[in-house]
């Protein structure tokens, strides 16, 4: 009996983490991912911590490793909560937009292309100095998937090769973005500048 006993200790020792089945686990975790946002964003990855995230989220540290064995694991659950959030804003606006003159369609494109760039970029920055690079799924690649389908559904005809066309654009839209995010632009700024892109984008894709 104490064999099985020991046996089943070892064994619960094994699991790194606990899974949130429950209401309360699940609220739980949402207070910890919260909490490790707010810390990144706030004051770095100097007080990345799980004392600090326990504090932040006003829950004990044990309660912070029932569901998470280290700091690390908590970061990696929360880039992949942001790459999800990605895929469905991507899912969503191309879904919205299905169907409607293409002009609104590109601007909302381009729009989408920002917006997927500037989500959360201080988490990012801050998982890449501590988590291996391979760990990191690029919504970019979802993104040029789906407007591959997107402009083959609509039959649009393009001068150029779509995938090289697409690839050059929303990389240009990547550096676009890496500029705004360092610069404080205004509401105003930012919409002239998605105007500016759009037009920039029919040029080069020559939609007919």
Sequence with gaps: MFLVYLIELINMK???????????????????????????????????????????????????????SSKENILKALIERDYKNKIQLIDRMLDKIKGGPMENCFKEIVRLSLDIKIMNPEIERSAKAILPIEIFKDA??????????????????????LDKSLFVLLNAFKRVAEALESQNKTDHEKSLLIEELCAMGSRYLAIS
Aim: a positive charge.
């Design 14 to 68: 094994k699991e790194n983490t606990r899974k949130p089945f429950q209401i309360n686990g699940i609220n739980t975790v949402d207070k910890i991912m919260t909490a490790t946002r707010k810390v990144l964003i706030r004051d770095g990855i100097q007080k990345f911590n799980t004392n600090y995230i326990a504090k932040m989220a006003g829950i004990s540290v044990g309660s912070v490793y029932q569901y998470f």
């Design 140 to 161: 970019d690649q979802y993104l040029l998937k789906r407007l591959k389908s997107f402009f083959n559904d609509h039959r649009v005809m393009l001068k150029n090769d």
